[in-house]
C-alpha cells in the first residue's frame, strides 16, 4: 500500500466528509451541515491529508498562526487504514511544519482519548471550552 502525503492540498468538502464517515468521526462533526463542512476546509490554514492513489483516506485539519500554537481541529484516517501509522505520520507532518516553539492541541474523540498519550501528547485537565451560543458571565 503505497500513501502519499501532501500539505495543503485543495480538498474538496464531499472529499472531507466522506472521509469523515469512513473514519467513524463524522458521527461527532455536523457532516450535514453543508456551510459548516465547506467553512472548516476553507479556513483552515494547514492541511496535511494522506492518499491512496486519488482516494482520500487520512487528514490532519489544523488552524494555526504557526508560531505558538496549532489547534488539530479533526484528525481522521478512513476505517481500512487505521492502524497502520498513517495518524502517526499526519501529526509528524503537520508538527514538521510549525515553528520551534509552537504546540499541537486539540480535543480528544472520547474512542481515540488513549492515544495521544500513547504517540508522546500530555494530557491538560486546564483545558477550557466555550460552547457555541453560550453566555460569558461576569
Ligand atoms: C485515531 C486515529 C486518527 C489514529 O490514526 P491511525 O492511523 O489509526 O493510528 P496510527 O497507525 O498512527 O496508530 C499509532 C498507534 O496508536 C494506536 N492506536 C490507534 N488508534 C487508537 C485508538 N483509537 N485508541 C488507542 N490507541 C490507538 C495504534 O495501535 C498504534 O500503536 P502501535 O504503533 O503500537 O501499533 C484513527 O484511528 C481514526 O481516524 N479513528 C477514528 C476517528 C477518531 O477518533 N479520530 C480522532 C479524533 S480526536
Known sequence: MAISFKVN????ADQFIGLLESSTLGERRPIHD????EGVVSNSNLIVSAWDNSVLVGIARSVTDFHYACYLSDLAV???YQRSG???RLQALTQEH???LCKLILIAA???NSYYGEIGYTHN?????LDPGATIGD
Open 9 to 12: 492540498h485543495p480538498i474538496t
Open 34 to 37: 453543508r456551510d459548516c463542512m
Open 78 to 80: 478512513h476505517g481500512n
Open 86 to 88: 498513517i495518524g502517526k
Open 98 to 100: 510549525l515553528g520551534p
Open 110 to 112: 472520547p474512542a481515540a
Open 125 to 129: 485537565d486546564r483545558c477550557w471550552v
